[in-house]
């Protein structure tokens, strides 16, 4: 099957600092990424989509100038997560679409203290 | 209201038990619907679309009821590996592009 990368698989950093979370199509080129975000015990939520060339769309109640998103070629997508507070914390999960299907990467486990 | 709903569990089953998990969605233009498997700290993994006719993988039978809105899976003679959380998922277009909408998750534990 296709395969996602993140990068990198956990992190830590301190309050006020900004973490840059990268996903990665290996095996396909993928015009279309999306970004989602798991507090423990919780279903994934979507927080926007990519799109490569053009600004990603986000989803209600998500600030765009918070997560920035940047599709910059057709394997590559970046979310940067600005200002990074505690109750940031969670876990990072993106996935790319190929055809009907999405494939998501291993997940980016991040911890702000 | 969520748009898609589970019983968290978790359920606790030893090994050769079969186990039913049931889901509903709230959105009516749902399209397509899914159901994942979560292990712990790791990414989703399709295991099975959700037809209205049923279909079977193995082990695994899924059913689609889009007159209630549900969605149920069924596991029969659970293996120790069956352990995760089996994520219910409606898919629909919106935007140009087609969303999973991810219920939280029903946990399964199997026990020897």
Redesign the interface.
């Known amino acids: 099957g296709a395969v996602v990368s993140q990068h990198p698989s956990w992190v830590i950093c301190k309050s006020g600092t900004s973490v840059k979370i990268e996903c990665r199509s290996l095996d396909f080129q993928a015009t ?1 990424m ?1 970004w ?1 975000r798991q507090f423990p ?6 927080m926007a ?1 990519s799109n490569e060339g053009s600004k990603a ?1 986000y989803e209600q109640g998500v600030e765009k100038d918070k997560f920035l998103i940047n599709h910059a070629s057709l394997t590559l997508s970046t979310l940067t997560v600005t200002s990074a507070h505690p109750e940031d914390s969670s ?1 990072y ?1 993106c996935s790319a ?1 190929r055809a ?3 494939y ?4 980016t ?1 991040l911890t702000v203290t | 209201r969520k748009e898609v709903e589970q019983d968290p569990g978790p359920f606790n089953v030893p090994e050769g038990a079969t186990v039913a998990f049931n889901c509903t969605y709230s959105n009516s233009a749902s399209q397509s619907f899914f159901w994942y498997r979560q292990d712990c700290r790791k990414e989703p993994k399709l295991l099975m679309s959700v037809y209205s006719s049923g279909n079977e993988d193995g082990r695994f039978t899924a059913q689609l009821n889009r007159a209630s809105q549900y969605i149920s899976l069924l596991i029969r003679d659970s293996k120790l590996s069956d352990s995760a959380t089996y994520l219910c998922v409606a898919a629909g277009f919106s935007g140009g592009y087609n969303k999973l909408i991810f219920g939280a998750g029903t946990r399964l534990a199997v026990h020897p």
């Open positions: 279309t999306f989602y015990k919780q279903s994934l939520m979507l989509t769309t876990f999960i679409r009907s299907e999405q998501f990467g291993p997940g486990r």
